[in-house]
């Protein structure tokens, strides 16, 4: 009889273990997300910025597995998880019981004990939060042309990203650029490219995953987009009207992201192990919860020294919890889990990114050209593939981006 | 002094009235819409159904107008017009006024007087419901994979579109032929191709604005696709679990969709003049108001003898208004409204669809071909007509449709 794997989450992680697990004849998956959709989150900034369509990052989880016969694949929100009786419940009550478990997560936004942030400042972890953000942006260029009083238009044109990672430096330069080469033709009453764009980070620098060089570039490339780069900014309040920041002017801004903490998501908590103060389990060196050697966690939702929150370390954790699981169920040993340094880039903007790999750092054009390299070939799905390079040809040509829809779910436009 | 013209609506007839005034110089215009947004209305069904993304058929409204000097757009919900003092104003107080005005406002579902079947019956008018229909059919797949009760698991399987004419018959094949070619290969214990998919009709048969042999054919062709086509079939109440039929047996269904009747937007209420039982304004021959001859309402929301509610006719009275505008400005007389037939055309699902124009009458592949080749043609801008052809070019050679997104605003899985 196969042995049972029950996955949790399909992003990087859960989705690389259940791929590799296909058509092994000693396992039978059980591959439970509550998306439809596996998500490149890499490039929400993109959808958010209206430079991609929602779909050309997303693929449904179940076309992954359509000639894959040993996985399944459920729609559900797991809840409940028991290490003793080897069994997870959904919100519907729906048992999933498992002989081996991989706990795959992921991450969501911390707002530092702020929850009350998030209405005035959402995040980019999901499609709906990409699609919000995408609308509160071009709905504030449109209120600015709406708006006579110059006073009033100041904080309609002021966007405020709050974090100075990755996520905080391509979205705070992708605003920048839609606002200067896209709008910028498109309005009679007001200059698009007049946005004021801040990017704040609490720490002394931008990216402090990249070496100081490299960090240092972006910072001025991000000057030269117009972005307004604050180090040693530690927000101090958020509303709908702009951002307190410590000991620093208020910043008047209708529109505010937040790009600064993450942490596991929820469900971690319902292990019922010690976690790090992100929510993470702290598993041994094989990814297993100490005590629990037939349970899991990986990417995000795990935490072991050294090792990055980044989308090559989820997908080597997927990797090689598939191999060790047959390994156990072979009677082999297993193997304990080694970051592989796959590098690090960021993108400035349009034509501008930062890479670094091993002793290799690049910057500007070529660095850009890497990037788009390597996101094309990660990113799941042909379509998406040819989607993703022909909406950038087109951008690049014209400097028109396909996606400026203002939609949403029974979008109303706000009375003033 | 130019003169100006105030256009609420960038439907086809008020985006076009636009577009033949763009570099006059004898007139400005500003053009008012809710939405950013103008929406290629007869492909939301593809939407709907995960065949097109929702950028791939709309345009920002204001990229059409980037090199038009002489054309204003606000992105504004006109809720007030005063014929005598020639003034509108928006929801948050803003005036507009006019030397000209055309209302283009369009129509919207009419539930006949059952408002209360909107939330378990939604149109297709709007992106936001076409995002929401597509949810609610994927989404009824994922719960029926879930599902280990055969008697629950029926309803969900079940769909059920109110309305014969064009759109519904539209939606119906494609639902079919997504479960039956798209579907099919991704779920492990539901069978998608035993989906049943019905089509209601009120009226003594189907598409009764085309000849009877081509609807006879539609019907024929529905069938092959697997849709329960039910003529004479009055809807008598929907809630979220079924629909009672008139003199019939009730058909449990988890989802039902509204393709029925039709009205015009509820500006024309604001208008202040005799309106007929649709809520259109009853138009002089030259599509002005009654004892007004300088504010005009032109497309659905006009109502002319002989003259149908489609967009060729809203297209042209669009074009006319704007010269007969120019006309009486240069003391020239005007040109009353003809309605020229540019025939009618249906797809039925996948590859067939019927088509007819003046004394030729196509049917199954040709007619299919027609099809796409008009609605290419009149598809606005180039990028969405090169990422409609790939698509669909994509979804013709794999079975496969790309935006199988279950997506919302703070989109959350239902607790069952």
Same mark, same amino acid.
Not at 306 to 309: S, T, W
């Given at each position: 009889v196969p042995k049972h794997v029950l996955i949790i989450g399909a992003g990087f992680g859960g989705l690389t273990a259940a791929k590799a697990l296909t058509d092994k004849q000693d396992v039978r998956v059980t591959l439970v997300d509550r998306r439809n959709h596996h998500l490149f989150q890499p490039l929400l900034y993109q959808v958010a910025t209206a430079g991609l369509n929602p779909a050309d990052i997303a693929v449904p989880i179940r076309a992954q597995f359509s000639a894959a016969s040993n996985v399944q694949v459920h729609l559900a929100d797991v809840v409940e998880i028991d290490l003793n009786e080897k069994r997870a419940r959904d919100a519907s009550g729906a048992p999933f019981k498992w002989d081996y478990l991989i706990v795959a997560c992921g991450s969501q936004h911390s707002y530092f004990g702020h929850p009350e942030w998030e209405e005035f400042a959402p995040g980019l972890k999901t499609l709906e939060q990409a699609v919000e953000i995408r609308r509160r942006i071009l709905f504030a260029f449109e209120a600015a042309e709406n708006e006579l009083d110059p006073a009033k238009r100041l904080p309609l044109l002021s966007f405020v990203v709050v974090g100075g990672g990755p996520t905080g430096v391509e979205l705070a330069g992708s605003i920048a650029d839609v606002a200067r080469t896209v709008l910028v033709k498109d309005f009679r009453k007001i200059d698009p490219a007049s946005a004021r764009v801040f990017l704040l980070e =609490? &720490? *002394?620098?931008?990216? *402090? =995953?990249? %070496?100081e060089k490299l960090a240092a570039r972006a910072a001025h490339d991000l000057g030269e987009l117009g972005v307004t780069v604050r180090t040693g900014a530690m927000v101090a309040g958020i509303d709908g009207t702009g951002v307190e920041v410590k000991g620093a002017e208020r910043i008047p801004a209708h529109s505010v992201f937040w790009a600064a903490g993450v942490q596991a998501d929820a469900l971690t908590k319902r292990i019922g192990v010690p976690l790090d103060r992100n929510g993470r389990v702290k598993v041994e060196p094989d990814c297993s919860i100490p005590g629990h050697p037939d349970a899991f966690v990986i990417g995000d939702a795990a935490t072991l020294p &050294?090792? %990055? &929150?980044l989308a090559p370390a989820a997908i080597q954790m997927g990797e090689l919890t598939a191999k060790n699981i047959r390994a156990s169920i072979e009677g082999r040993p297993r193997t304990p889990y080694k970051y592989r340094d796959k590098g690090n880039m960021a993108t400035i903007g349009k034509h501008r990114a930062i890479a670094e790999t091993g002793k290799l750092q690049l910057s500007g054009y070529l660095a850009w050209l890497a990037w788009l390299f390597v996101h094309i070939l990660y990113l799941i799905g042909f379509r998406n593939r040819i989607a993703v390079l022909l909406e950038w040809t087109w951008s690049y040509l014209f400097s028109k981006r396909g996606a400026r829809l203002i939609t949403g779910r029974d979008w109303k436009l706000p009375k003033e």
């Open positions: =609490a &720490g *002394p620098r931008l990216l *402090p =995953a990249f %070496p &050294g090792v %990055p &929150g």
